[in-house]
């Protein structure tokens, strides 16, 4: 069996996910609950906070107190669960890194103009996953990245696709190691549909 990490169960996304390793035969660990020892296979970071009070437009300027409240949690508190676990990880067979992202914090498919707060911070952990991949990706690793399609879908079927995306190989194209599509970072919403940065 492999090991897995949910970053939270705290959300209804995270609580399904982690139902769905469970009902699979997956050994799950959350942070503050059961900590894992020894080795990791496969982590999965839910961060995905999201705030009310996130509906200004830059003609209403920008609300420093909610962006920062945003960034800590989608951000620094990401990156901080990483570094914590990424040795436990590389101990581990598996080597795969799981994130939430959102269509909303991509430059070339968004067409809000509020909710600045959660964009800004996911385009920060956008080039945070690029730096993290061109660390990691010689080593072994590989990557998900995944859209809930929050409000859109229900969290439960979400979760499920979710499930199928993070624990599948991506094709090597005609069997050339050279055109393996785990090398292309990208992301993909809970209908399968794969989105640019």
């Known amino acids: 069996m492999k090991n897995v990490l949910v970053t939270s169960q705290e959300n209804t ?5 982690a139902a769905i390793f469970v009902r699979e035969g997956y050994n799950v660990f ?35 107190e909610v962006i920062r409240a945003v960034y800590e949690k989608n951000v620094l508190g990401s990156m901080a669960l990483l570094e914590k676990y990424l040795p436990l990880l590389d101990k581990g067979t598996g080597k795969r890194l799981c994130f939430l992202t959102s269509a909303e914090a991509s430059i070339n498919m968004t067409r ?23 660390k990691l990706v010689p080593d072994g690793y590989t990557f998900r990245f995944f859209d809930t399609m929050c409000g859109e879908i229900d969290a439960k079927t979400a979760a499920e696709s979710a499930f199928h995306y993070f624990t599948r190989k991506r094709g090597t194209e005609h069997n050339d190691p050279l055109r393996n599509d785990e090398n292309r970072l990208v992301f993909r919403d809970a209908l399968g549909r794969e989105h640019t940065w």
């Open 13 to 17: 996304f995270g609580k399904n996910l």
């Open 30 to 64: 959350t942070p503050g609950d059961n900590e894992p020892e020894g080795s990791l296979d496969l982590y999965i970071d839910v961060s995905d906070e999201r705030n009310a009070a996130d509906t200004f437009t830059i003609r209403d300027g920008l609300d420093e």
């Open 112 to 134: 809000d103009t509020d909710g600045y707060a959660y964009k800004l911070s996911k385009a920060a952990m956008h080039n945070f996953y690029q730096m993290t991949a061109n």
